[in-house]
Each structure stands twice: as structure tokens, then as C-alpha cells.
């Protein structure tokens, strides 16, 4: 699944060697919503730790990411997590770094431009109607 937000980098952390084989680097975007900003921390993880070199707390910034679950047994309890995977992170509307163009990644297919910031892309809401009443046969 992949997503998008726009936001501030409110805080950038070193990066983690959590096993041989893994590495990963978090960061916190303030995403204005609402009344009160919104602190959501992501991941940036193997090759991609790098992504965010480029940029300094303050920068505006739009991040590509992708959201990922995950279950595991510890002590015959179930445990689940959720991360917010980065993958591509490029300037924002205020300026800041350029985002360093490398191959490898995954992108996202186009989208239409969002009528409000920070949305879910599969959720924005449309200027023309779905269908109205007189066009569907459910049932309420």
C-alpha cells in the first residue's frame, strides 16, 4: 500500500545496525490536521537511511511510504506492530533539499492532484458523484 504526507521534519534520528542483516533510521514529520499538529514518526530502512541525509529539521517535506504489519510469537502470545515504511522522500512547498534523485525504488503510479493535503490517496473525496440514488439498486 502505498501513501503519502506532507509535513515539517520535527526530528531526525541516527541511524540503527538492529541486526547483521538490518539497519533502519527513524524520523518525525509534524503534520499540521486539524486543530493540533500530528507527530508521526517513520522508517527509513537498509539502502534508503540515506534518503534523508539531504534534509535538516525544519525542511518541509513530502514523504512516500508505505504502511506495514506485522505478527510475531513471543512466550505462545501473539504480538503484532505496524511501521510506516519511507521510500521516497522529496521538497516540499516550503523549500529545503533537494530530494537526491537515485534509482532502485519503487514508485508510485500518477495521481491526480489532492483537493485537501495530507489525505489518503485512496480516500480523497471526489468533485463528481459516485452515483446517486436513481443509479444503484442497493438496498438502503
Known amino acids: ?3 503519502e504526507a506532507t509535513g515539517r521534519l520535527h526530528e531526525i534520528f ?15 514529520l ?5 486543530q493540533y499538529p500530528e ?12 534518503l534523508i541525509d539531504s534534509y535538516k529539521i525544519g525542511d518541509e517535506v513530502k514523504i512516500s511510504f508505505n504502511l506495514r504489519g506485522r505478527g510475531f510469537n513471543k512466550n505462545g502470545q501473539m ?12 521538497a516540499g512547498a516550503g523549500g529545503g533539499a533537494a530530494a537526491p534523485q537515485g534509482g532502485g525504488y ?3 503510479a500518477p495521481r491526480a492532484a489532492a483537493p485537501a493535503q495530507n489525505s ?4 480523497r473525496a471526489s468533485a463528481a ?3 446517486s440514488d436513481d443509479d444503484n439498486d442497493l438496498p438502503f
Request: glycine residues 2%; negative net charge.
Open 1 to 3: 500500500m502505498a501513501y
Open 129 to 131: 458523484p459516485i452515483a
Open 30 to 34: 509534524e503534520v499540521v490536521d486539524g
Open 120 to 123: 489518503n490517496p485512496n480516500l
Open 79 to 90: 504480538l503484532y506492530f505496524t511501521n510506516l515504511e519511507a521510500w521516497r522522500i522529496e
Open 39 to 50: 507527530h508521526i514518526k517513520f522508517q527509513l530502512v537498509q539502502d534508503k537511511t540515506a
Open 14 to 28: 541516527d541511524e540503527q545496525q538492529v541486526s547483521e542483516k538490518f539497519r533502519k533510521r527513524e524520523f518525525v
Open 106 to 108: 519503487q514508485q508510485a
